[in-house]
């Protein structure tokens, strides 16, 4: 079944609002195993609606309409829904009764040009919206289905669940289950983890795994839509796929699903009831700024201490004097974190020093980074260095910071050489 | 001239990701006087690309593409350019020689798979990135110029920036001066704004000023498009509303154009030579991360303290056991803030403590939150509760921490009320 999305309004088109409506439906229909073919934007535009309705209806199966049932002059939907479906437009008495009890719930009068609300195409069926005066409908455009939403998401989404997802698995007469898996890495570049996972789709034979990607610097995502008869078939299918793709992106997977990076290493922190102190230098406090709010974070995150100097570093951490001014170390770094451990009582310790290039903001300008992980047992460290300006930098050093800490949490090797660095 | 903006990417259309590319595209060109009529999102398929590309080439004058120039073979903009223009693709060599650099100056050698990057459209006018591997280009399609361009946010913007809007504008034989004056505010809401300001822009009378906000919390842009024949007129037009505009929004104006909250802070402590500590607690680090890794800044940040309990906090300071372990209090932040300042020097100490409520993370949720910057001279300090769940507390206190570092440099009162605080 073909599905198109058409959303409407001055406010969408011009990018004064973010777009989430269509995001949130799109999910929503993927999640029960249906796919968006195309989505259309226009304005509150009579001509621009007009078009986009005939478009769709010669093209889909069923198209979803978000936008334009409000009560102002600029809301369109239902005159031109009529127009292209060739029907009149008609007071609907039941909804309109169901608007003034709204209002007089609410003791208030209902303005008059709420009216407009319940005037819809003769030949449309009513979509109920339990929680707002704008009237849901349903009518054929072309050869499709048409389902007309609201733009308040709160409205929308429970229109979208209770009402027009269960008459599009009824009109697809689907029986497929779907299943998105998602692994987050650190370090590997799109085209190095695309050549590294080339095969694992096909372990699959009938095409039903599909591999995909998301990069976001510093992460990046890699994502297997699996498609089955049912749960137990998706499972089969996925197994083997997920065992090897683990097996060959190996440490770098840092995550899977909705977990985070920083959620994990608090959950390995928190598992052994330990607690963490962090030391960082040009990451200005983004390092702690991942774990120290997050739900649970109080019990294990002992305390944070930012500084642009050496120096003050070693002040901070009771080190005064003690910290060589002079050119960035492993051993530097292993200092830090060992009195920072100590300073504060924590179990663990991170210190992430960055030595920033000197220079205009440039590509080529680059960081070294020194970083150590002190713990009761031991400390271990590695320098980087990252090209790639000064943000670029920033991030990098934040996400090798955490990630060393989740590898040496995990008791995996804290050194393993990454994509983004020279050595 | 018609605009259309084309998005392309299964990520996009399956809603895995929120289309900010699209309202940033959109909001730019608007910036300019240019308007969007028609949004297009297709997923990687090369049906729905080539249908795309044509329909936008026979309606539009100009189309944006984004996405789909990555190197993977989900990448297809490239191909479907060249087949909608009935063209052959062929090697950029220029563009090849770019990337084995981009990769080189990295010291990493370019994967195979990347020289897909440089296959062009032969009729393509390269348009330049100077900060990917994602090469921009602008070709014919039916009747319009359609402009290609990467996903990656950072490569988008400066590529639509410096390339994009330049041409378009060009194209549009638009004679017209605009210039956009932007005030950022934090503190009033939009609707609060919107009645302040009622009537600024009629102080032109010819409508060439044009009033618009943009919300993004916690703070608020205001925005004045100007029309003009030339310069000087558009400066003349502007000079008597952006100082009606200044008068009525006051001291919630923190910064202007360009400028951030942080820059502002920044160089008001520069350039009185100052220092500033900053201590905090539940926003985990998010005001050091504002300001610390600023260029400039390492002159100025001195040292950040982190920490989720008020004892800690205190130890850090060399405050220990004198911080009361009840109710937060102002003096306990004025205590903090002093204690800061003697402890690591710096002139200017900003503590923003926060004490979040119990109980589960709803729109209910609060925190309070007393504060206090403690100069040679004096400490100023407040209270507040901001509701809204636990990102917007926290969010809402690094706005306030900043802002009231701000106006205690630019000499306004510290205590102004807010929309956003309960009392």
Known sequence: MRIEIICTGDEVLTGRIVNTNFAYISQKLEDVGLSVRWETTVGDDRESLLRAFQLAGERADAVIVN????PTVDDLSQEIAAQAA??????????LGRMEDFFRRRSRVMPPNNTKQ???PVTAEVIDNPIGTACGFALDIGRARFFFTPGVPRELRRMLEEQIIPRLLAKSGLQTTIRLKRFHSYGLGESHVDTLLAGVDALVPDGSVKLGFRAHYPQLETKLTVRGRDVD????????VEREVRKRLGNFILAEDDQTLEGVVLAEL??????LATVETFTGGQIAARI???PGAEKVFRRGVVGRALAEIGAAVGLAGAVPAGELSRETAEAVARAAREATGATHALAVLVDLDEGPDRIELGGTICLAIATERETASRRSRILGGREWVRLGAVELGLDCLRRQLQGLPVYERTDFEKT
Chains 1, 2 share one sequence.
Do not use: I, Q, T, Y
């Open 67 to 70: 936008g334009g049932l409000g």
């Open 86 to 95: 060739g029907v009149e437009l008609s007071l609907n008495d039941a909804w």
């Open 118 to 120: 319940a005037m819809l």
């Open 233 to 240: 078939d998706v499972r089969a299918k996925l197994g083997p």
């Open 270 to 275: 928190a598992r052994r009831e330990a607690s």
């Open 292 to 294: 120290a709010h997050l």
